[in-house]
């Protein structure tokens, strides 16, 4: 039987520091993120926490599956969450960098990396992305190559995936633009850009505040690699190494924009 605890905010926080607020309320060993209207495979937190349970439970430590991609009637769209351009195989720093390809709700935490990356940074964007960098920096990172989340997409998700064909159909519309209007693709194109590497830097900043002191040497190379400006070869040899979820386009234009 379920012990379920309801707190409410008096007012609107926003998603991370709503989920930093509710991760300190948490007392179990393991804890799990469930904030959208995705689906739960009866088996997923059994299976999750059975691949938890097999490890070194003292060391702080992330597990997270595959989803399979639906629309809001949760027919399904994708089998895979992890069949294009994001990878499975993210586990190092560098794989957090620029960006996090671990949807929460497809995470499980144990209390190890809870102690050590709570609380969440208010300038660090999105929970999941701060456990995910955390746990590749001080712990590891594990992939249950099984969909046990129906990932349900709406026309107004702000966060969600991207698919194959949904990218086909905007290069050409892109390329279309383009053609008939260059300077205000561009514009528009730049954009983007700029925001994320706000955010990147942002992040860096945070993480940096927090573990600074406790990283390894690696870790700590490729961190100061991000917050020194000149370092535009260094930072993208390392996101060219990088198991990420941008394509190398993206990584090229973070490297030169961070």
């Not at 930093?20 to 999750?48: E, I």
């Not at 009637?73 to 957090?96: H, N, T, W």
């Not at 535009?232 to 996101?239: E, M, N, P, Q, T």
Request: charged share 20%; glycine share 6%; hydrophobic share 45%.
């Amino acid at each position: 039987m379920l012990n379920i605890s309801i707190s409410q905010q008096e007012s609107n926080v926003g998603p991370s520091l709503n989920f930093s607020r509710a991760t300190m309320m948490a007392t179990g060993n393991f804890v799990a993120f469930a904030d959208q209207d995705d689906v739960w495979h009866p088996d997923k937190l059994l299976l999750m926490a059975e691949m938890m349970r097999s490890g070194d439970i003292k060391e702080p430590r992330l597990i997270f599956c595959d989803l399979e991609i639906t629309d809001e009637k949760l027919k399904m769209i994708s089998a895979s969450f992890f069949c294009g351009k994001r990878s499975s195989a993210c586990g190092r720093i560098e794989d957090f960098i620029i960006s996090n390809h671990i949807p929460g709700c497809a995470m499980l935490v144990n209390r190890p990396l809870l102690e050590l990356g709570m609380p969440v940074p208010r300038t660090f964007k999105m929970h999941d992305w701060w456990f995910a960098i955390t746990a590749a920096s001080f712990g590891t990172i594990t992939f249950l190559a099984r969909p046990l989340v129906c990932y349900r997409q709406h026309a107004n998700n702000a966060i969600g995936a991207q698919l194959k064909a949904q990218n086909k159909k905007k290069i050409v519309s892109k390329i279309r633009r383009l053609v008939v209007a260059p300077r205000t693709v561009l514009l528009g194109r730049l954009g983007p850009f700029l925001e994320q590497a706000q955010t990147v830097n942002s992040n860096v900043a945070a993480f940096s505040e927090r573990f600074s002191g406790s990283l390894g040497e690696r870790e700590r190379k490729i961190i100061r690699t991000f917050q020194r400006k000149h370092f535009f070869f260094h930072r993208l040899r390392i996101l060219v190494g990088a198991e990420l979820g941008e394509s190398k386009f993206d990584a090229l234009m973070m490297s030169i924009l961070v």
